[in-house]
């Protein structure tokens, strides 16, 4: 079992910055990938962006260019740098690991 927990969030003005970071609890559990999804209201989850072990990343159309997933695999953190936040990016976003395991979610909310 691996935990996940976030930390970072908030609220922030459109144009604005922030930055996730989630933290894996130490696990004998192999974590080949760890992303960040989100869910708005009355929305599904959707996927932001994901870095694999490797360095591989892959990130949602609506965020590219603005947002930077990276990983520090020897702490197996993974770090989300959101630029020029609008208000559609407005959700809480949760942290994942070997797309199975899940953080218990973090607000972030930018005002128009």
């Known amino acids: 079992q691996v935990q996940l927990v976030e930390s970072g969030g908030g609220l922030v003005q459109a144009g604005g910055s922030l930055g996730l970071s989630c933290a894996a609890s130490?696990?004998?559990?192999?974590?080949?990938?760890m992303g960040w999804y989100r869910q708005a209201p009355g929305k599904q989850r959707e996927l932001v962006a994901a870095?694999?072990?490797?360095?591989?990343?892959n990130y949602a159309d609506s965020v590219m260019g603005r947002f930077t997933i990276s990983r520090d695999n020897t702490r197996n953190t993974v770090y989300l740098e959101m630029n020029n936040l609008k208000p559609e990016d407005t959700a809480v976003y949760y942290c994942?690991?070997?797309?199975?395991?899940w953080g218990q979610g973090t607000q972030v909310t930018v005002s128009s």
């Open positions: 994942n690991a070997n797309y199975i395991f």
């Open positions: 130490e696990s004998r559990v192999s974590i080949f990938v």
């Open positions: 870095a694999t072990r490797g360095g591989s990343t």
